[in-house]
């Protein structure tokens, strides 16, 4: 199941371009999976406990780098797409990756049946989103002009005062 809920995303990755980063990747899913499942794909597994990077370095394919960090301290516009699954709250989460993503790409997101929408929607607008697309269960936001300055705010600012 952990790997089916991973893979809904590849025909989304699809159709976008550039290298990929998954925003907390944990236990590896989706990062790894997905790697997997594009192995033409730079995905970069980005982690902030050292323990976690210890064991996604003994699994990651050829095609995957891990980075032990925080997203808030990442270079910004660097990928064409960030994932994120089981981060935090949606406003979190889209603070969190947003402005990891160049113009043109996307966030994609694993969100509950509850997740708010237009809250999310409010939170895009503010970081150079555009409104949320569902796709495949997923929560999609395409990121069309820069972020701009000042986010992401400080680490653990976000998921102390969310946006939304």
């Known amino acids: 199941m952990l790997l089916d809920d991973a893979l809904r995303a590849v ?5 976008l371009e550039g290298p990929i980063i998954d925003v907390g990747s944990g236990g590896g ?13 730079d995905v970069t597994l980005l982690e902030a406990e050292r323990r976690k990077c210890d064991f996604l370095e003994r699994w990651a394919p050829p ?20 994932l994120a699954k089981a981060l935090g709250q949606p406003a979190v989460a889209a603070e969190w990756c947003l402005p990891l993503v160049r113009p043109g790409g996307a966030a994609v997101l694993w969100l509950g049946p509850s997740a708010d929408l237009e809250a999310l929607a409010t939170v895009s607008s503010l ?21 701009p300055p000042g986010f992401p705010r400080r680490v ?5 005062r969310p946006l939304a």
């Open 11 to 15: 025909e989304v990755l699809r159709d």
């Open 29 to 41: 899913s989706p990062g790894i999976p997905l790697a997997v499942a594009l192995p033409e794909r």
């Open 63 to 82: 095609n995957a780098r891990v980075v032990w960090g925080r997203a808030e301290e990442q270079e910004r516009d660097a990928y064409g797409v960030a």
């Open 127 to 147: 970081l150079g989103g555009a409104a949320p697309e569902e796709r495949y269960g997923l929560v999609v936001l395409r990121k069309v002009s820069p972020t």
């Open 156 to 160: 653990g600012v976000a998921k102390k």
